[in-house]
C-alpha cells in the first residue's frame, strides 16, 4: 500500500515538474517576441519623428553594455529609402576603434549575427519592415574594453549617407 502511494506521489510530482518547464519555456518564448516587438514600434517611432533620417539604430543610444560570456545581446537597426526610386541596399559593420589593446579584427569576430548582408530590396520612400539584429558573442577571455562598431550603408549608387557608429562597452563578470 505505503508502494503504491509513492508511485502516485511520485508521478504527481514528475507532471508538476513537466508543466512547470513547459509553462516558463512558453513564457521565455513570448518575452522574446514582446522584445522584438519593442524594438520594432521604437524604432518606427524614430522614422516617424524624423523623416530625413536613413539608418535608425536602437537603442537610440546607440550604446549597448555586455558582459563577457553573455551571447545573443547586441543592437537593432533598421534602414530607410529615401529616394524617389525603389532601390537595393546593404550593409556591413566593423571594428574602427577600441579602447583597449585589442586586435580590430578581433572586435570584427565578437559579431555572431548580422554582420553584413546584401540584396535588401526597399520602395521609394519606405523603411524594413522588420529591422536587422545584430547579436556578439563575448567570449570570457575578451578583455573590458570599450569597442566602436561602423554601420556602413550602401544602395545601388554606393554608399548610402554618412556611417553610423555603434559603442559596446564589454564588462566583467
Given amino acids: ?9 511520485l508521478m504527481t510530482v514528475l507532471i508538476l515538474g513537466l508543466v512547470l518547464v513547459r509553462t516558463i ?6 518575452n522574446i517576441s514582446g522584445i522584438d516587438q519593442a524594438v520594432k514600434n521604437e524604432i518606427n517611432k524614430l522614422f516617424a519623428e524624423d ?14 553594455i555586455i558582459k563577457k560570456g553573455d551571447d545573443n545581446l547586441g543592437f537593432g537597426f533598421s534602414i530607410r529609402n529615401i529616394q524617389e526610386t525603389e532601390d537595393t541596399f546593404s550593409y556591413d559593420i566593423s571594428a574602427v576603434e577600441a579602447s ?10 565578437f559579431i555572431s549575427l548580422g554582420k553584413s548582408r ?28 570599450q569597442i566602436r562598431y561602423s554601420i556602413e550603408v550602401s544602395s545601388s549608387a554606393g554608399l548610402y549617407g554618412t556611417p553610423v557608429d555603434v559603442d559596446i562597452e564589454i564588462k566583467s563578470r
Avoid at 500500500?1 to 506521489?9: A, E, R
Avoid at 519555456?25 to 513570448?30: D, L, N, P, T, V
Avoid at 546584401?118 to 575578451?142: C, H, K, N, Q, Y
Fill in 51 to 64: 523623416t530625413s533620417r536613413k539608418v535608425i539604430v536602437y537603442p537610440s543610444t546607440r550604446r549597448i
Fill in 25 to 30: 519555456f512558453r513564457g521565455a518564448i513570448e
Fill in 100 to 109: 583597449c589593446n585589442i586586435d580590430l579584427s578581433t572586435a570584427d569576430g
Fill in 118 to 145: 546584401t540584396g535588401i530590396r526597399l520602395p521609394a520612400g519606405s523603411f524594413m519592415e522588420d529591422p536587422i539584429f545584430v547579436r556578439f558573442g563575448i567570449p570570457e577571455t575578451a578583455p573590458p574594453c
Fill in 1 to 9: 500500500m505505503g508502494t503504491i502511494v509513492t508511485i502516485v506521489l
